[in-house]
């Protein structure tokens, strides 16, 4: 790593060298610095998406997102390995696709994990041994833990959980034979053969399994088990205190050891254990823990104090007393790592022949099926991969790829670069190669996050713009456009009252009676005050705050939502009736307003329950919510009123307006150029974001209750983004809620502000925000996009950094350029050579990929000529998510035609035999909208004068 360090001292241009990179990511990886790892191998493929060994980058950056946790983004990756048919790679195709297996099976998808594995096994000709009996361990292993289904017949499902038991035995034992070393195997083996009562063989399994694996708090936990169906109770003691041991947090050994002791007589060390068990685990891990916690505690609490010191000692020493006895000899040797391990084996006792069908308490299984990722992905991790991908990148070759020949025109771009001029450059210029992907920023820079902005002001909490119209004329004034832009966020309030805007179309009451079957996702959440956000995966207590915010997905109706808006009001209004410490509820107040919705008098009223806000209080005190969110209002026909109602908006803010660049996407962007529909009860939250390639918002309150928002000036968000890595969260794709204080140690200012009915907030380019209800509202909101060179290069800048992170961009901004430079004159001189720029680039690329298919395919590519049609959608490739401009490569994926980039259609088949080829514009269309798009001049006075004056 200090090479590394020095190398790039001594030149600073190497942070674009794919070797160096590579290099430098495989150290990261070494030594587990996965974030810093994973942004090497991403500017590798950023640098030179062609790189010789871009399949190992794809590998390793799958291996770390999976060691993260991240599976989705795991198996992205290890497909896109597997599908790149001419890069080298260090593992296999099979080997990729088991990956590929475990990496289903971690998401919970076991058929197709299934398939896949027993597919593999029909390829014994072409997978070595040790692969094989990895295949077959976990295909055996899934047939263990797989649920049974549609089987409703209790003595039907006894009888084929048997036969599953039995199936999972018999592919274990292949998977023995084929490799014989493997003791996960063995551990997996004897826990087929404990679930039938073959104790004997378990044992014997166990003993294996400890012969050939390193310390394993599973390994211990089950071999506990075993020695306590045989009354054992001694044995079982020490082996689920040597699991403990190896593992302080191994929730399933404190469960069972806290079994062990109960079933001796030992409450108090039985409660001790089991609160142990819970800690950092969800309430629905294992509810009936949960419940004989509670059980217990109160049993505990009737005894008097003095009289549970004299109770009589039980069996087994006391749990602090337990810890301190002899270890075995079989985890020391391992401890001090021994050459021998016979220790291991022989300290084992042997079991009892004892009747066990009278056991209170067989196994642990009997309060919790062991779920597979208990096992999947605790200790049980098998290595040979990563060391056998570390064996083979470090090569003898001097080289790890041919030196590219260099495919772009040396031309330096001026606005006055004609298309010719760039043809003529082209045309001369010749390479084998593929041409890479261009950048589309102006120096080429690889895209990175802002440096930390220097502090001017020590106010960590400043005052929020804010402007309080009270005019039409103050509305239309251009001088509120440019205050909005030149603030990170702002609150507009009055606008809804000067400008006459019927905030009832959007009420809840009109919507029901408009389109009440009209769909809506719902997040289910957890109602908590603003500057909370608990780990709900813990028991612990008092909880923690994080910054991941958890919810889930779910969809229902309009109608069915606005049921559950009045029933949580009814709710909320009960409880409040019965807590005497608050204020009664004015009964005269009204339910329904002007605006149609719930409220209590009209007024705004924070709703939080006491034991929300309070970090000592259980989870289950604390309220679930359902938030609906994304109601898409883009349909014309069925919301033609509350469309027609935003066009009483100043323009640059209006969702329908020349000046509004999203508009000149020609197509419906859903949330951004369409208008997007909130509804809400207390506590819906919106987690932290930047909009999509950092475009402007407007957000309006329709009411009655208000909503406190949350926002950080643009220029912060690297540090976010540092933040959100710390705390093991995706900055782009993520769900995160902020912890203020982490901000606040950072330097970073945050601005918090309450949003009222009738008050419109308008976030300005790249601001991060993060938005929650105080009472019952709707909130409406869409994207702009100003006519402005700040926004636009901070559009293009963020569309290089998802390229850089493999992040789709939801505004295709070289489709945009294109159409802008169709539609609008640009007078202003920075923003018409940032486009022009883009169009330079975008025909650049074009004219090389025609070139570079007619010079290494000739004849046997045919480009076919497919118009666009009207309100199609821009595209992009289904393996990278980069946007496909123009030449289109088609592939058929189960019977569906799918677009692919160049690079990605070379991957998938190098000759292109299988891929159609496709342009939608004409090079001299493009080269014709090209050299007209010039910077509009507007008129000055004097020559307005001079031609008064002449006529």
């Given at each position: 790593l200090s090479a590394y360090q020095a190398a790039y001292a001594l030149d600073t241009k190497l942070n674009q060298n794919p070797e160096f990179l590579f290099g430098l990511g495989i150290v990261y990886h070494h030594y587990g610095a996965d974030n810093?790892?994973?942004?090497?191998?991403?500017?590798?493929?950023?640098?030179?998406?062609?790189?010789?060994?871009?399949s190992d980058v794809h590998l390793r950056l799958g291996l770390i997102y999976k060691k993260l946790g991240d599976y989705s983004s795991s198996l992205k990756y290890f497909q896109r390995a597997l599908g790149d048919s001419t890069s080298t790679c260090s593992l296999t195709r099979s080997e990729l696709s088991y990956l590929i297996g475990f990496v289903y099976e971690q998401q919970g998808h076991l058929t197709e994990a299934e398939n896949l594995y027993e597919k593999l096994l029909q390829q014994q000709d072409i997978i070595s041994t040790k692969l094989e009996g990895k295949i077959l361990r976990q295909l055996g292993w899934l047939y263990f833990y797989a649920p049974i289904t549609n089987n409703s017949n209790t003595d039907n499902l006894n009888l084929e959980r048997e036969n599953q038991i039995k199936k999972a035995i018999n592919t274990l034992e292949q998977a023995c034979k084929s490799d014989p070393t493997c003791g996960i195997t063995y551990y997996y083996l004897g826990r087929c053969y404990a679930a039938l009562r073959k104790h004997t063989e378990a044992f014997y399994t166990y003993r294996n399994c400890v012969d050939k694996l390193d310390q394993n708090a599973d390994v211990w936990c089950s071999i506990g088990v075993l020695y306590q169906h045989q009354n054992q109770t001694m044995d079982a003691l020490q082996a689920f205190v040597c699991a403990i041991q190896i593992d302080n947090k191994h929730a399933i050994a404190w469960m069972d050891l806290?079994?062990?002791?109960?079933?001796?007589?030992?409450?108090?060390?039985?409660?001790f254990c089991y609160k142990k068990a819970i800690l950092d685990k969800d309430e629905s891990w294992n509810p009936e823990l949960i419940n004989r916690i509670n059980q217990l505690q109160s049993c505990l609490a009737q005894i008097p104090e003095g009289a549970i010191g004299k109770q009589p000692r039980g069996p087994l020493p006391k749990v602090e007393d337990a810890f301190t006895l002899p270890i075995p000899v079989e985890l020391t040797a391992k401890q001090q790592q021994m050459a021998t391990t016979s220790s291991a084996t022989t300290s084992l006792p042997t079991p009892t022949s004892t009747n066990v069908s009278n056991q209170p308490y067989s196994s642990s299984s009997e309060i919790l099926p062991p779920p597979s990722s208990s096992i999947l992905t605790s200790n049980i991790k098998p290595s040979i991969d990563v060391i056998r991908i570390d064996k083979r990148l470090l090569t003898n070759d001097q080289s790890i790829r041919p030196k590219r020949i260099k495919t772009e025109p040396t031309l330096l771009f001026t606005s006055n670069t004609s298309s010719n001029d760039l043809q003529k450059i082209i045309k001369h210029s010749s390479s084998p190669l593929p041409p890479l992907p261009v950048s589309y920023l102006p120096d080429g820079h690889i895209p990175k996050p802002p440096p930390i902005p220097k502090m001017t002001s020590f106010d960590l909490n400043p005052a929020t713009p804010s402007v309080i119209l009270e005019t039409r004329r103050e509305a239309t004034s251009t001088q509120?456009?440019?205050?909005?832009?030149?603030?990170?966020?702002?609150?507009?309030?009055?606008?809804?009252n000067v400008l006459k805007l019927d905030l009832g179309l959007f009420s809840t009451k009109t919507l029901v009676e408009s389109q009440p079957d009209h769909p809506i996702e719902v997040r289910t959440q957890r109602q908590q005050a603003t500057d909370e956000n608990f780990d709900f995966t813990s028991m612990t207590t008092p909880l923690k705050n994080v910054w991941k915010y958890q919810s889930t997905r779910s969809y229902t109706t309009i109608a069915k939502y606005a049921q559950y808006q009045a029933y949580s009001y009814h709710d909320m209004v009960k409880d409040e009736l019965n807590e005497p410490i608050l204020p009664s509820i004015n009964t005269n107040s009204s339910l329904i307003t002007n605006s149609n919705m719930i409220m209590t008098n009209g007024t705004s009223k924070k709703v939080t329950n006491n034991k929300t806000s309070n970090t000592n209080s259980s989870i289950s005190s604390i309220r679930v919510i359902k938030s609906g969110t994304n109601v898409d209002l883009s349909d014309e026909r069925k919301w033609a009123a509350q469309l027609s109602e935003l066009t009483k908006l100043p323009l640059f803010m209006r969702v329908v307006s020349a000046g509004n660049l999203l508009l000149h996407d020609g197509y419906t962007v859903l949330g951004m150029n369409s208008v997007q529909l909130y509804m809400k009860v207390p506590g819906s939250r919106t987690p932290g974001c930047q909009e999509n390639n950092n475009f402007?918002?407007?957000?309006?309150?329709?009411?009655?209750?208000?909503?406190?928002?949350?926002?950080?000036?643009?220029?912060?968000?690297?540090?976010?983004?540092?933040l959100c890595e710390k705390n093991g969260v995706d900055f782009l794709t993520g769900s995160w809620w902020p912890i203020l204080d982490d901000l606040y140690d950072a330097q970073v200012p945050v601005y918090r502000f309450i949003q009222k009915p009738g008050d419109l907030v308008f976030v300005n380019t790249g601001c991060i925000y993060w938005v929650q209800s105080i009472g019952w509202c709707n909130n409406i909101s869409w994207n702009a996009g100003p006519l402005t060179y700040n926004q636009y290069y901070a559009s293009i800048e963020r569309y290089e950094w998802n390229r850089l992170c493999s992040c789709k961009s939801i505004v295709p901004m070289v489709h945009l350029s294109w159409n802008i430079a169709r539609n609008i004159r640009i007078n202003d001189r920075h923003l018409f050579e940032l486009i022009k720029f883009i169009l330079h680039q975008s025909l650049k690329y074009i004219q090389l990929t025609l070139s570079y298919l007619e010079q290494q395919f000739g004849r046997g590519v045919d480009v076919r000529k497919q118009l666009r049609t009207l309100h199609e959608p821009a595209h992009y490739c289904i393996t990278c998510d980069y946007e496909v401009f123009n030449i289109l490569f088609i592939t058929e994926i189960d019977r569906k035609h799918v677009v692919r980039c160049l690079d990605c259609a070379l991957q998938y088949d190098k000759q292109l035999e299988n891929v159609v080829v496709l342009y939608q514009f004409t090079l001299d269309d493009l080269k014709t909208v090209y050299d007209q798009f010039q910077l509009y001049l507007l008129p000055t006075l004097n020559s307005t004068t001079r031609s008064i004056t002449n006529t």
């Open positions: 810093h790892a994973i942004r090497a191998y991403q500017q590798v493929l950023y640098v030179d998406s062609q790189f010789l060994r871009r806290g079994i062990l002791y109960e079933t001796s007589g030992q409450a108090q060390d039985a409660l509120l456009q440019q205050y909005c832009f030149s603030q990170p966020i702002c609150i507009v309030r009055g606008i809804a402007c918002a407007i957000n309006i309150n329709i009411g009655p209750g208000d909503c406190e928002w949350f926002a950080v000036a643009n220029e912060y968000w690297g540090v976010i983004h540092t």
